[in-house]
Each structure stands twice: as C-alpha cells, then as structure tokens.
C-alpha cells in the first residue's frame, strides 16, 4: 500500500453494521429514519408497538420489558436512545440497557437530553454523565424546546389552531426554539460520521424568541390571528395538572418559569458545526409546516 493509499483508508468510515433508533416513530426518531435510511444505512426502527416506518426493519421495543431488548440490539452497533417520556428516573431503565447494548457489540450510542438538563442533572442527566464511562463512541444532544410544539400535536400547537392563543408562564423570557429536522439532522451526523462528537451539543435556532415573536410570525404565515396569553406559574400548573399528572404538570410548569428567568435565552452554532448548513429560522418552519395546514 502505498502513503496515499493508506491516508485515504484512514478517511474511509469502518463498516456500518445496523442502527438501532428507539422511539422510531417520534418527532426526532421518525426524522432520523428518514434521514438514515435515505443515506442507504440499514436501520431497525423500534416503537412499543413494532410499527412498520418506510425502509427499516420495524422492531417491538418497550423501556419496561427487557423480553424485548435483545431482539432490537440482534446486529445492531450503534443506537439512538430516546429515553421514556414522563418517567422521573429514566436511568433506572436505560442504563441497564446500555449496558447489555455495549455487552453485545454495540459500539456508539447517541442519547437525546435536553438542552435545559446539564450532564449529572436530574432525570436524563444521570443517563449522560455514565454515558462515557459506557461507550467510547458517543454524544449528547441537548436541544431547545422544538419549533414544532407550535405546529404538530403540542398543547401549544392545539391551542393556536382552536383558540388563536399561546399560553404559557415563559413571560418575555426568550428561548432559541430549534427544528425538530435539525436535530435529526445532528443525529444522523452522529451515529454514521467516520468519528463520534464524544461530547455533548447544545442544539438552537439561529435566533431566540419570545413567545410573542412566536404569536406574531404565526400570525404573519398563517393570516389568523394567534396572541400569547401570559399565565402566572401557578395559573400554568393548575391548568396542566388537569391534563397530566401532578408532578409533571409541576415540572413543565417550572420550566416556564426557568425560561422567564432567562435560562434559555442563548443560541449556539452546534446544528453548523455537525452538519455544515445553518440551523432553520422559525419563520421557515411555520412557512413549511403552517402555511398549507402541514
């Protein structure tokens, strides 16, 4: 072999064996699928259900029943962790996983957080900082809250299309909302590319918004009228505790209030720096999403 043959062979990505993407049929699963399978990788798409997802191999997959776990991981050696919505404690189920996944050959592991929930922070943060100790091929990412609560099935998204209001305890308080697409985008990146992030990516928009800047480009795509109504945190809570348990209501409501404070009013280049295109404006996703009811 001669020296540029063997410099080209150290461009070249090792053989990708198959990818397991867990909550396969969710916002940033169902994207990454997409986005996998578009690129040629071979994908098991796992959901509770083993729903079927165009050009994977669906797969039954459920967080609290290990009967289900090594039919997923059979060939697989890298995964997409999404961890269980709602549970207080997600890494009392997922790091068992992990650790099982790595046992039988899985080499990376790319874990969706949140950009609000630092490393060795509560619930998925607990999940993060073992996750090195795990895998040596891994990454983090932690995206903002997604342009998509005001298009899809959100509670904000219903509200606008029912009411023409956005309520919420965020105040003025700005956030650097970030498209669903870009995060899969991130993800794809980090599971297929020749050399993980091994750290973690904080994932915004280009800008931070408000939830009036929000009201008013809905208004402007759209042509109905759409308003943010501000509640007080106790005023979001009580209205989210008919809706979902307690506790959880309490959390969502919290993070409102932490966004009013000033938590997430920051945006970061990570969506550039992975992919090597811009992180979309909330303007396009609305045209994209909103202007012919999508």
Same mark, same amino acid.
């Given at each position: 072999m001669t020296t540029a043959d063997a410099s080209a062979a150290t461009r070249v990505a090792p053989a990708i064996g198959s990818t397991l993407v867990i909550g396969a049929t969710g916002t940033t699963g169902s994207r990454t699928v997409a986005r996998l399978t578009a690129a040629g990788h071979a994908v098991k798409a796992a959901s509770r259900k083993g729903t079927p997802v165009a050009g994977a191999e669906p797969v039954r997959f459920d967080w609290y029943d290990p009967g289900t776990h090594a039919a997923a991981l059979d060939g697989v050696d890298r995964v997409y962790v999404i961890p269980p919505v709602g549970d207080p404690d997600p890494a009392a189920v997922v790091l068992p996983f992990l650790r099982r996944a790595r046992a039988v050959g899985v080499r990376r592991a790319v874990l969706l957080s949140a950009s609000s929930i630092p490393e060795g922070g509560p619930a998925v943060g607990k999940v993060h900082r073992a996750l090195?100790?795990?895998?040596?091929? !891994?990454?983090?990412?932690?995206?903002? !809250?997604?342009?998509?609560?005001?298009? %899809? %099935?959100h509670l904000h998204a219903q509200s606008i299309r029912d009411d023409g209001i956005i309520l919420t305890a965020a105040g003025t308080g700005r956030v650097g909302f970030v498209d669903a697409d870009d995060i899969a985008a991130v993800a794809a990146h980090a599971l297929t590319d020749v050399h993980a992030p091994d750290t973690d990516l904080v994932l915004t928009g280009p800008e931070a918004l408000s939830h009036d800047d929000i009201a008013a480009i809905v208004t402007e795509v759209t042509g109905r009228p759409v308003v943010h109504r501000p509640l007080s945190h106790e005023e979001l809570r009580d209205r989210l505790a008919a809706l979902m348990p307690e506790e959880f209501a309490a959390m969502l409501a919290g993070m409102d209030r932490a966004i009013a404070e000033g938590a997430e009013d920051r945006v970061t280049d990570s969506v550039r720096h992975v992919t090597g295109r811009p992180a979309r404006d909330f303007r396009a996703v609305a045209e994209r999403e909103l202007r012919h009811g999508g």
């Open positions: 090195p100790g795990i895998f040596d091929e !891994w990454a983090v990412l932690r995206p903002s !809250w997604f342009m998509q609560n005001f298009t %899809g %099935g």
